[in-house]
């Protein structure tokens, strides 16, 4: 069975620019969460989507949006970019049959640089 | 709020030795707990996944204790190895935000030959 895929690996932005990132889960996975990954704050959460609608939301500016499609594909976007978006950016699948959650497995990041 | 909290933020030591991890969270109405790890510049890999109403669960050389109730869990690996250096990470998922995990900062583990 295929893991989790991120595209594109590596990204190298502007300031202002905006950027849109893309996840594919596990197969048969529903849910899908996307976090934000640097030196100085750690792993912190985005959102999550289950079933095309969004869950969950982490504090994070509404510049951070994201959206899942009916083949439970993600995409997130930011907008305006900052140079403190600079970071790795996960995204992670989990089956939740029957609603319940399980383990979350990770595809391999994006790494966006801003300049 | 919860919070997560990892003990110690790195650790090395030679190869063979038995190594304990430690994690520890404020809000005891965790639904799981689930340990990482993380490679340089990659993505997570999952060890274990705890449910809450588990005690610990084991895979290989690695056995993962959870005491919901002190807010605290452990993580032991035993006869380390080179290839167990890595970051180590502990993750909590509550009832009332599942698909959401709080991670800790992570244990930077290097075990040398």
């Known amino acids: 069975k295929a893991g989790v895929t991120q595209t594109p690996r590596y990204l190298i932005k502007t300031r202002g620019q905006q950027v849109t990132l893309s996840c594919s889960p596990i197969?048969?996975?529903?849910?899908v969460s996307w976090y934000q990954q640097t030196p100085g704050q750690g792993l912190q959460f985005l959102f999550e989507?289950?079933?095309?609608?969004?869950?969950n939301k982490g504090n994070f500016p509404g510049r951070f949006s994201g959206r899942q499609f009916s083949n439970s594909r993600s995409e997130m976007n930011v907008s305006t970019l900052e140079l403190g978006d600079s970071a790795l950016y996960l995204c992670?699948?989990?089956?939740?049959?029957?609603?319940?959650?399980?383990?979350?497995?990770f595809g391999p990041g994006t790494r966006l640089t801003v300049l | 709020k919860q919070e997560v909290t990892q003990i110690p933020a790195a650790l090395s030591v030679p190869e063979g030795e038995n190594l304990v991890l430690n994690c520890s969270f404020t809000?005891?109405?965790?639904?799981?707990l689930q340990w990482f790890r993380q490679d340089p510049g990659k993505g997570l890999t999952s060890l274990l996944l705890?449910?809450?109403?588990?005690r610990e669960q084991t895979s290989g050389r690695l056995n993962a204790s959870l005491d919901k109730s002190s807010g605290r869990s452990t993580l032991y690996i035993a006869a380390s190895q080179p290839g167990d250096s890595a970051t180590y990470l502990c993750?909590?998922?509550?009832?009332?935000?599942?698909?959401?995990?709080?991670f800790g900062r992570g244990t930077q583990l290097t075990v040398w030959p």
């Open positions: 197969s048969g996975h529903r849910s």
């Open positions: 989507y289950f079933s095309e609608t969004q869950r």
């Open positions: 705890i449910q809450s109403s588990q």
């Open positions: 992670a699948s989990q089956s939740r049959t029957g609603g319940k959650t399980d383990t979350q497995y």
């Open positions: 809000d005891s109405a965790i639904y799981n």
């Open positions: 993750a909590v998922e509550r009832g009332s935000t599942l698909g959401r995990l709080y």
